[in-house]
């Protein structure tokens, strides 16, 4: 989309399009300096993850899986406060992008399709993976509650690729308004 911006009074309109010039992409494995980050992916972990992250269909209707399965029969990350974790999230879909979301942490991107990052350590609450593509990624367990990790395509969180980080030695006291008709997702 272009717009030309016109001052009212004015007659000049030299405002020209730069649609020809060319950007260059960010390209999150080598961007800025190396520098020593938070986690690598040689260090021991208290938990290692993996989420295969599919299209399939099930009972007649299209459904995103983590592993095989929707929510609420999604695996829970059960955490301690303290555990530091390793995820690898593989995109096993033909032609579905999944922006994965961790509520109430940052992780840190340790790899791309078995490459480790070459540049400034990364770090994001949404990663999105591409079909075809493995990411590892790295978090600490550093803010008790019941989080969501799930896809930010909000029509595949719907239809099941949800599941929950949650600390074992926390326990919520906070009970839903069953009037309220929220849908989490
Ligand atoms: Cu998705």
Not at 89 to 100: E, I
């Amino acid at each position: 989309m272009k717009a030309v911006i016109q001052y009212e009074g004015s007659d000049v309109k030299n405002d020209t399009s730069s649609s020809s010039e060319e950007l260059s992409k960010f390209d999150l494995a080598h961007y800025g300096k190396q520098t020593q980050g938070k986690f690598s992916l040689t260090q021991k972990f208290n938990q290692e993850v993996s989420m295969n992250l599919n299209t399939e269909m099930k009972d007649g209707e299209m459904v995103y899986t983590i592993n095989g399965k929707v929510f609420p029969d999604t695996e829970k990350i059960k955490v301690q406060k303290g555990d530091k974790v390793k995820v690898t999230f593989v995109n096993q879909s033909m032609s579905d992008d999944h922006p994965m979301h961790l509520h109430g942490h940052f992780f840190q991107v340790l790899s791309k399709n078995g490459q480790p990052l070459q540049g400034s350590p990364v770090m994001k609450d949404t990663l999105n993976i591409k079909p075809g593509e493995q990411y590892v990624i790295a978090f600490e367990a550093d803010n008790p509650g019941d989080w969501m990790f799930h896809c930010h395509d909000l029509h595949h969180a719907s239809a099941g690729m949800v599941t929950d980080v949650m600390y074992t030695d926390y326990h919520s006291n906070y009970t839903p308004d069953p009037n309220v008709n929220n849908k989490p997702e």
